[in-house]
């Protein structure tokens, strides 16, 4: 109520300022509307007045992905303070051009948005990011429906979208933007990586039973799992799609020990995953004895905060993909995680990483272009090549804005054999970016023009 | 200040008009911004037509999404297969949402209480469920049905910016405007009296039922009109316009407001989005917490939302009693 | 033949769950009159409170001990907040109930994180049951989760003994007769009014046992809540507000239907949805809904 009639008083000293300041009042109404004070050069938040630069991030901080979120933001956090003091990973990219004192001269800031897990809420943050903060750059997301739906968005208003955790085919498939960049993997790649390892491991007699999250992410994902496993000689039984968010997933689990499948493949990404994991485990599947095999769970995106959920007595053993791992030894990897650690005390997760790469792989292109204008930007993005993140020598692909690079195949640990609270998968093998490489063409979807209409 | 009241009470319409017509002048000086102004002139009148149902008749609904749903996906189908020119996409999104609610209100309203409640959310539930799965082939499933490349356009002027968000301050303003005009007529006092005594509403001879499903389905005509706007707006429609949560934002908005008076789930609209996009950035992760505890505040202490808050600061400012009721 | 003794059983074990929420649901609602929406967050926070007083100090400690805090947090509740609502119009009851599941919600994610907290189940629980060595008519190997299996019969035993309280003793004669006339009770002499805060504290007493059993199936998470209210809050309804067979026999029901649509997508998405908007058109007051109740 206090906060009601502190209203009502400004409301009445405006009234007043207002008549006296009608001049300076129409002034500001077409700021309000910036689309419209397009010259003819400006695109999106370009020209950037003053001597700061601002980046919108936009992370889940509620809903089923707000851990992810945290970390993301802390990344994001940490890039901003080495764009504009130097240090971590601006001593071991390279080719970079980053100076350590800003972008471009002028220093980094940044505003917060919360996506709320929501596409509709991660448009909305965006947009007051973008027409009231003036952000000359978006990035965040932790779902792929939600950072496709941020990209047709930073594309419609000539923003740069740097896309974080997003796995989905779409993102840089049929739903590719010129103005949107993903630097995470995807559901192809993972298809393409995990097959041949599976097969080594498992054997090529293999009959798979896929259940898939029932959302874009998911069909993609199986899609990808099964040609590339049946390519290794596999059969695939049944694909069940399961609902997202769903608590329980015992009647899917049902259909599975009916059926002759001694593979289970769970295309679930976070607590999905976490859950049809802990529970196909709990329904004896790692202990069952199909068709004279033990029974395997194959969980095709890994993660370490999936893992930390799950448990380690879970996840022992279970082979799965991941885009980066805090316990890589190369000197980009090293880089990061130390000065992670000495701001927050833990190592990141692979939403960090990529989110963190993302930000600096943004700031080198406008001081590549010596410019911010988005065009300029967009071109020196395309078919960079670069080396010192932590993932060897990665191209940003000019067709569909995707990078490619080695993709990592991890195991979950055994409790036995982790070190400590985060040590949770081990590396077992690295598919080289080559065979990962894909022909652009094969998902559809148009880029569009470099000057949004 | 008697004198500001005194001037609301003679031209609420008026003053609705100068209010939500200069904001472009005003809302940016407390950190708001046009895309906001548009979006909160949405809800409002999604909410306006909201309480037609709930503040008239006292049938809470737990399906609005339903007509919001349903008609900004008509309309995103419309700029996809047909054209980007807003008014014959507009006409049959309404027309689709109109004939969803007249199913589904003439199914739902035979009953009462939490029994209507439950039905429908449990269409709602339905209808969301299929757009993701079944229907994702049209609705673009869970990466919600883009249009790349598109601006709609009315006649050939093209909606957005400022152009937009007048045009959607006309839309709401005439929407305020005939909901007083419901709201002062014989039809709007029978709904009211179907919410005081329904039973002895029926004791007269009046067909209720034709009454009640009239208010349903003039509530969801505001409902389409919104989605229909909300594609309009930004072309992009997710699977969240037909989950519970958007029929569940609704129902706060309207608590917050104000049930029952028209101007109250407007400004319960406008608190909840510019408590989400303005005053949750210094909140940080806490917003929601924050906004819950708020809520549960208004339940508890102000049932009568915001507008009744209003009338005790009045009363206590003045001394006295405000005289009566608003019309 | 194990398929369908499979699909079954899976059935009852899905059912077990709902029905212990909806159980206290249905029981809050039929003697005190409220709809509490915050029914799912005292089971979110049964299950929290489960998983770490578990995780210090053993299953068996948080086995007895969660149904305690939780009576206690029940009546706490009731008297500070929910008896407020009792003459405040059902609208009014859920959205205040509403509110508190989205603070309970947010506050156990600022405590405890977004993610979920894995639940370790006791060792004399984990594990599978080789249902075929009992079950002659079952051909070959057929296992089952022990804790599922526990579940099932904890869930019935708690609607039996409700029943038995009800039924025999008496409070459960008070409570009864309260349900129909609270008035009249008061004007007897009987302190109505306690035996509803301790009614409130029974139904939060059925919300931690879900928790206790439920959390390690479901995992542990601040959105679970939600996530289970509206099942479970359609079960009710179904079953007929305030009519605990009603509630066993809804969250039987959705419990098959759910177990046997898992193959077809399309369907098993919309299900409970769909068995409730029918059973509601064509039975008004649900399954064995009284009348005049809610209307």
Request: neutral net charge; charged residues 15%.
């Amino acid at each position: 109520m206090a906060k009601k009639s502190d209203i009502s008083k400004t409301i009445s000293r405006r009234s007043i300022l207002k008549a006296g300041a009608l001049g300076s009042v129409a002034m500001s109404a077409p700021m309000f509307y910036a689309k419209n004070a397009w010259a003819e050069s400006a695109i999106g938040n370009y020209p950037i007045e003053g001597d700061t630069v601002m980046l919108g991030f936009n992370v889940p901080q509620t809903g089923a992905y707000a851990d992810e979120g945290a970390d993301e933001l802390r990344a994001y956090k940490l890039a901003v303070t080495h764009l504009n003091n130097g240090g971590g990973m601006l001593d071991t990219f390279k080719p970079s051009k980053l100076t350590g004192s800003g972008i471009l001269g002028k220093k980094v800031d940044y505003v917060v948005g919360d996506t709320q897990t929501k596409a509709d809420a991660a448009r909305t943050s965006a947009r007051r990011m973008i027409e009231r903060d003036k952000i000359i750059m978006l990035t965040g997301g932790s779902s792929s429906g939600i950072a496709i739906a941020q990209q047709y968005l930073a594309s419609e208003m000539g923003i740069i979208f740097m896309a974080g955790l997003t796995h989905s085919n779409d993102t840089t498939g049929k739903d590719k933007r010129r103005y949107g960049f993903r630097h995470f993997f995807n559901a192809e790649m993972t298809g393409i990586a995990l097959s041949p390892i599976l097969a080594e491991t498992y054997g090529k007699e293999r009959r798979a039973f896929h259940l898939t999250a029932d959302y874009s992410w998911g069909h993609t994902q199986y899609d990808a799992m099964k040609r590339g496993t049946e390519a290794q000689g596999w059969t695939t039984v049944n694909n069940l799609m399961t609902p997202v968010g769903a608590p329980d997933f015992s009647q899917y689990l049902t259909e599975v020990l009916s059926s002759d499948a001694d593979i289970l493949v769970l295309n679930h990404y976070g607590k999905d995953m976490v859950n049809s994991l802990s529970q196909a485990v709990e329904f004896g599947m790692r202990e069952l004895q199909k068709n004279g095999k033990t029974m395997e769970i194959v969980v095709p995106l890994f993660s370490r905060l999936m893992a930390q959920g799950a448990g380690s007595s879970k996840i022992q053993g279970v082979l799965g993909t991941t885009n980066w791992n805090w316990s890589l030894q190369d000197e980009g990897s090293q880089a990061f995680v130390k000065a992670f650690e000495a701001e927050y005390g833990f190592p990141p997760s692979m939403a960090a990483h990529t989110c963190y790469c993302q930000t600096l792989l943004y700031a080198n292109a406008c001081e590549v272009a010596g410019t911010f204008y988005p065009p300029e930007v967009i071109k020196a993005l395309e078919g960079f090549e670069f080396d010192g993140m932590g993932n060897g020598k990665t191209l940003y692909r000019a067709e569909d804005h995707q990078c490619f690079k080695d993709i990592l195949v991890v195991k979950g640990k055994s409790p036995a054999d982790k070190t400590g609270e985060f040590d949770l998968l081990e590396l077992v093998g690295t598919t080289p970016r080559e065979t990962v490489t894909y022909d652009a063409s094969i998902f559809g979807g148009e880029l569009g023009p470099y000057e949004p209409a | 200040m008697e004198y500001v009241v005194s001037i609301l009470k003679k031209f609420p319409l008026t003053v609705f008009a100068l209010v939500i017509l200069t904001m472009p002048f005003w809302f940016p000086w407390i950190g708001g911004y046009g895309g906001l102004a548009t979006k909160i002139m949405i809800w409002a009148l999604f909410a306006l037509g909201f309480d037609i149902l709930l503040g008239f008749t006292g049938y809470l609904s737990f399906g609005h999404a339903i007509f919001f749903g349903v008609s900004a996906y008509a309309t995103g189908l419309m700029f996809k297969h047909f054209s980007d020119e807003i008014i014959p996409a507009m006409i049959v999104a309404v027309i689709v949402g109109t004939l969803a609610s007249v199913i589904i209100g003439y199914l739902t309203l035979k009953k009462s209480g939490i029994y209507f409640s439950i039905l429908t959310l449990a269409f709602g539930e339905m209808l969301h469920s299929s757009a993701l799965s079944t229907f994702g082939g049209f609705t673009g499933g869970e990466n919600g049905l883009t249009l790349p490349d598109m601006i709609p356009s009315m006649l050939g002027i093209e909606m957005r910016g400022e152009v937009m968000f007048y045009m959607t301050a006309a839309v709401l303003i005439l929407g305020y405007y005939i909901a007083r005009r419901i709201s002062d007529s014989p039809f709007g006092l029978i709904l009211k009296a179907i919410k005081s005594n329904q039973e002895r509403l029926e004791y007269t001879g009046i067909d209720v039922q034709k009454y009640k499903l009239g208010a349903f389905v003039i509530s969801a005509i505001y409902a389409s009109v919104a989605g229909s706007l909300m594609v309009v707006y930004e072309p992009y429609v997710g699977t969240e316009y037909l989950r519970w949560s958007t029929s569940g934002n609704l129902v706060l908005m309207s608590v917050m407001g104000g049930v029952g008076t028209l101007i109250g789930p407007i400004i319960g609209a406008a608190f909840m989005l510019y408590f989400e996009n303005v005053l949750s950035v210094p909140l940080g992760e806490e917003w929601l917490l924050v906004l819950g505890l708020i809520f549960m505040a208004i339940v508890i202490f102000l049932p009568g939302g915001f507008t009744d808050g209003f009338k005790l600061i009045y009363k206590k400012l003045i001394g006295k009693k405000p005289d009566g009721e608003e019309k | 033949m194990n398929y369908l003794f499979l699909q079954v059983l899976t059935g009852l074990q899905i059912s077990a769950l709902y029905m212990l929420i909806a159980l206290g649901l249905t029981l809050i609602f039929g003697t005190l009159g409220v709809v509490n929406f915050a029914h799912g967050a005292l089971f979110m926070l049964g299950a929290y409170f489960a998983v770490v007083i578990s995780d210090a100090f053993g299953f068996s400690v948080a086995l007895v001990s969660v149904p305690i805090l939780l009576f206690i947090v029940g009546i706490i509740l009731e008297r500070g907040l929910i008896r407020f609502f009792y003459e405040r119009s059902h609208t009014d009851q859920i959205l205040v109930t509403f509110g508190l599941a989205i603070v309970i919600g947010e506050v156990l994610k600022t405590i405890y994180g977004a993610n979920n907290l894995p639940f370790a189940k006791p060792s004399w629980g984990s594990g599978i049951v080789k249902l075929h060595e009992y079950l002659p008519f079952l051909e070959g190997f057929v296992a089952y989760p022990k804790w599922r299996l526990i579940l099932v019969v904890v869930s019935f035993s708690t609607v039996a003994a409700l029943f038995l309280l009800l039924q025999f003793t008496r409070f459960g004669l008070i409570v009864r007769a309260g349900m129909r006339d609270s008035q009249m009770l008061a004007f007897l002499g009987v302190n109505i009014t306690r035996r509803f805060t301790i009614v409130f504290g029974i139904g939060a007493v059925i919300a931690a046992i879900a928790g206790l059993f439920g959390g390690p199936i479901t995992q542990v998470e601040p959105e679970l809540g939600m996530k289970l209210l509206i099942p479970s809050f359609l079960v009710v309804v179904v079953g007929g507000m305030g009519s605990l067979p009603g509630a066993v026999l809804a969250s039987l029901l959705f419990g098959m239907a759910l177990s046997f649509t898992a193959k077809y997508a399309e369907i098993q998405q919309i299900i409970i949805y769909l068995l409730a908007v029918v059973i509601l058109l064509v039975r008004p007051r649900g399954l064995m809904g009284k009348k005049g109740l809610m209307e």
